[in-house]
């Protein structure tokens, strides 16, 4: 692990928010390659991805602070302590989708056409961040001896052994996510219907963190109930089951729709009579 990737003046640079920030860039540049796609201006991404950044991590130290609600009772003053660590990735997704929400109400914007636009980026977001994770040491996997295991030191201190690069499963699943979604998106002439990459993204999302979680150990592996299933697991069973219903409700709505014209006819060119008509 390489937890410290420089210092600057005796200031640790950590590798996780380096790649952090470098997964937000990567998603930000797939975003503004794809924009007009969705009826946006590459340049509104600039902005924008600043703001689901910064409300994605406050989500992300949120959750983590939720999750471990007994500890920070106690200690009300950690609660703000980044650098201490702590953080989950579905807060951060929940945190970044509220600012995206109050993005599109305050722009006029539908929020699925908007979430569909950035669906894949941030999959490519998530995917690099778990680098970062790998890195940190954080999220790591439960012992195993497979040709791929790597060396492992427990968060409490115990003794390192080999086991699962937990990280880079939900890497290249999150990975594998995106280009599924790139490669539906490519099947439309135009954007797909709304909502359909958003399900997608859920699905995905929530797939990656399911089978995170089943090779995932430490403490954020837990439960904050005392359950047997961690906190990730459920989040992810509910997140695919809200995949499934927006994937339904909107093939439903299509179906439903038999005089809405399709991608083709949306952007075939007018007669010339109606061309010259006012």
């Known amino acids: 692990m390489h937890p410290v990737l420089f210092k600057v003046f005796g200031f640790e640079v950590r590798t996780w928010s380096v790649l952090l920030l470098a997964g937000a860039l990567a998603?930000?540049?797939?975003a503004a390659r794809r924009a007009r796609r969705?009826?946006?201006?590459?340049?509104?991404?600039?902005?924008?991805?600043?703001?689901?950044?910064?409300?994605?991590?406050?989500?992300?130290?949120?959750g983590?602070?939720?999750q471990e609600l007994p500890y920070y009772m106690q200690h009300p003053a950690e609660i703000l302590n980044f650098r201490a660590g702590g953080m989950t990735s579905y807060g951060g997704v929940?945190?970044?989708?509220?600012?995206?929400?109050?993005?599109?109400?305050?722009?006029?914007?539908?929020?699925?056409t908007a979430f569909d636009w950035l669906a894949a980026p941030a999959l490519v977001a998530n995917a690099i961040g778990r680098v970062g994770c790998f890195f940190n040491g954080c999220c790591y996997g439960g012992p195993c001896d497979l040709p791929w295991a790597v060396t492992i030191h427990p968060e409490d201190g115990g003794a390192a052994y080999l086991g699962h690069p937990a990280q880079l499963y939900d890497t290249a699943l999150s990975l594998i996510g995106a280009m599924a979604l790139l490669w539906y998106e490519r099947r439309h002439e135009?954007?797909?219907?709304?909502?359909?990459?958003?399900?997608?993204?859920?699905?995905?999302?929530?797939?990656?963190r399911f089978v995170l979680e089943i090779f995932r150990a430490g403490a954020s592996s837990g439960s904050s109930f005392g359950w047997t299933i961690p906190d990730g697991m459920i989040v992810a069973v509910l997140l695919f089951?809200?995949?499934?219903?927006?994937?339904?409700?909107?093939r439903t709505k299509t179906a439903n729709a038999p005089d809405a014209p399709g991608p083709q006819a949306q952007h075939r060119p007018a007669p010339e009579s109606r061309r010259k008509s006012r």
């Open 27 to 30: 998603g930000a540049w797939l």
């Open 64 to 66: 983590w602070v939720i």
């Open 94 to 112: 929940f945190g970044a989708a509220i600012a995206l929400a109050i993005w599109c109400k305050r722009t006029a914007t539908s929020f699925l």
């Open 190 to 208: 135009s954007a797909p219907p709304r909502g359909r990459l958003t399900a997608l993204f859920l699905v995905a999302y929530a797939a990656s």
């Open 38 to 62: 969705f009826g946006f201006e590459p340049g509104t991404v600039g902005d924008l991805a600043w703001i689901l950044l910064l409300a994605g991590v406050l989500g992300a130290r949120l």
């Open 241 to 250: 089951a809200l995949g499934v219903f927006l994937w339904v409700r909107s």
